[in-house]
């Protein structure tokens, strides 16, 4: 029996994971747990040691992708762990994503992938947000900018989708800010403990935690824009 799991927060993975009730009171030999969220690697990691402890396989497969990507069946899959429940579950994942990678049997190769992609995101969609303000600011054409953004090197879906958002102010969530800042802060916190210095990831860090203060959890994490836009005075 495969399970999959797929939880927001580190709070609530812990929550439904543990307990009389939980997913650990359930495995037993032959079973299999398949985690999905984005947690720490500590936190997979231990999970991962229980599951195997009470006889069961673990398999770590953060996704990288949003709302669309799932309802698309075009989430892209970051795995680790048990290789024989990676082998088993493949078709399963080739239904729900475009792509799956595998990256060995150490369970915390996979949640390092995803954090190093969503805190490169996260950085990005920071810097699209303060070249909109810049140019708000400034006086010129935001419309224009992000057009020319598109017309470049720079183009991307990011540009062309959360661009548009933040120009409109349009922020239906797709992925929750709350839960990006929750992965650049895991990100920043993984650079902590491998002693690197991650400069841009850390100060873009501080512009979403500047959004959540605003009030701005629930929204889409384009709504960065809104903190870019207060930290210049408009």
């Given at each position: 029996?495969?399970?999959?799991?797929?939880?927001?927060?580190?709070?609530?993975?812990?929550?439904?994971?543990?307990?009389?009730?939980?997913?650990?009171?359930?495995?037993?030999?032959?079973?299999?747990?398949?985690?999905?969220?984005?947690?720490?690697?500590?936190?997979?990691?231990?999970?991962?040691?229980?599951?195997?402890?009470?006889?069961?396989?673990?398999?770590?497969?953060?996704?990288?992708?949003?709302?669309?990507?799932?309802?698309?069946?075009?989430?892209?899959?970051?795995?680790?762990?048990?290789?024989?429940?990676?082998?088993?579950?493949?078709?399963?994942?080739?239904?729900?994503?475009?792509?799956?990678?595998?990256?060995?049997?150490?369970?915390?190769?996979?949640?390092?992938?995803?954090?190093?992609?969503?805190?490169?995101?996260?950085?990005?969609?920071?810097?699209?947000?303060?070249?909109?303000?810049l140019c708000e600011a400034?006086?010129?054409?935001?419309?224009?900018?992000?057009?020319?953004?598109?017309?470049?090197?720079?183009?991307?879906?990011?540009?062309?989708?959360?661009?548009?958002?933040?120009?409109?102010?349009?922020?239906?969530?797709?992925?929750?800010?709350?839960?990006?800042?929750?992965?650049?802060?895991?990100?920043?916190?993984l650079g902590d403990e491998?002693?690197?210095?991650?400069?841009?990831?850390?100060?873009?860090?501080?512009?979403?935690?500047?959004?959540?203060?605003?009030?701005?959890?629930?929204?889409?994490?384009?709504?960065?824009?809104?903190?870019?836009?207060?930290?210049?005075?408009?």
């Amino acid at each position: 029996t495969i399970t999959f799991c797929m939880l927001s927060t580190l709070e609530a993975s812990l929550a439904v994971f543990e307990g009389d009730d939980g997913v650990l009171a359930g495995v037993s030999p032959g079973k299999a747990i398949v985690d999905c969220a984005t947690l720490t690697v500590a936190r997979m990691a231990a999970m991962a040691a229980a599951v195997r402890a009470k006889g069961g396989s673990f398999l770590e497969a953060p996704v990288s992708g949003s709302k669309k990507p799932a309802e698309d069946g075009a989430l892209i899959f970051l795995t680790a762990g048990d290789e024989a429940l990676f082998n088993a579950s493949k078709a399963m994942l080739d239904i729900m994503g475009k792509a799956t990678h595998y990256y060995g049997s150490e369970v915390g190769g996979g949640t390092k992938m995803k954090l190093a992609v969503n805190m490169t995101m996260g950085s990005q969609a920071a810097a699209l947000a303060e070249g909109i303000a810049l140019c708000e600011a400034a006086g010129i054409s935001s419309e224009s900018f992000v057009e020319v953004l598109k017309q470049g090197a720079m183009s991307s879906p990011l540009v062309a989708g959360k661009g548009a958002a933040m120009l409109k102010r349009a922020y239906e969530p797709q992925f929750p800010l709350q839960h990006a800042q929750k992965d650049m802060r895991f990100a920043v916190q993984l650079g902590d403990e491998l002693a690197l210095s991650l400069p841009v990831a850390a100060a873009s860090n501080e512009l979403f935690k500047r959004a959540r203060t605003a009030g701005l959890d629930g929204s889409d994490f384009s709504a960065v824009a809104e903190a870019a836009r207060k930290n210049g005075g408009k």
